[in-house]
């Protein structure tokens, strides 16, 4: 019912930046809150960071300070904003949105993933 496209992955150097964009669109009731999680190789998926609709958000240790989350929710779009990229920041970012629909049932979406790669 909700459709996720994430956007704005790619290649760069240690201490460049990259903006991801998730655009949510499909059967969209209300939207609780977008977050961004990530995943590397070999590893399990953590969580990177999270905002509400109201515009709260919450940061995991090793984005603070670097990652900045941002939302429209006229758009229902999330971005990430990635400063002072390292190389353990090298995964696959995924979107995900809370959604909330009229009959008050929670479910999670998630987006196909943008691959960051940062080098050395």
């Known amino acids: 019912q909700v459709q996720l496209v994430e956007s704005g992955g790619g290649l760069v150097q240690a201490g460049g930046s990259l903006r991801l964009s998730c655009a949510a669109s499909g059967s969209i009731f209300s939207i609780s809150s977008m977050g961004w999680y990530r995943q590397a190789p070999g590893n399990q998926r953590e969580w990177v960071a999270t905002i509400t609709n109201g515009g709260t958000t919450n940061y995991a240790d090793s984005a603070k300070g670097r990652f900045t989350i941002n939302r429209d929710n006229a758009k229902n779009t999330v971005y990430l904003q990635m400063n002072s990229l390292k190389p353990e920041d090298t995964a696959v970012y995924y979107c995900?949105?809370?959604?909330?629909?009229?009959?008050?049932?929670?479910?999670?979406?998630w987006g196909q993933g943008t691959q960051v790669t940062v080098s050395s």
């Open positions: 995900k949105v809370v959604h909330r629909d009229r009959l008050y049932y929670v479910r999670d979406f």
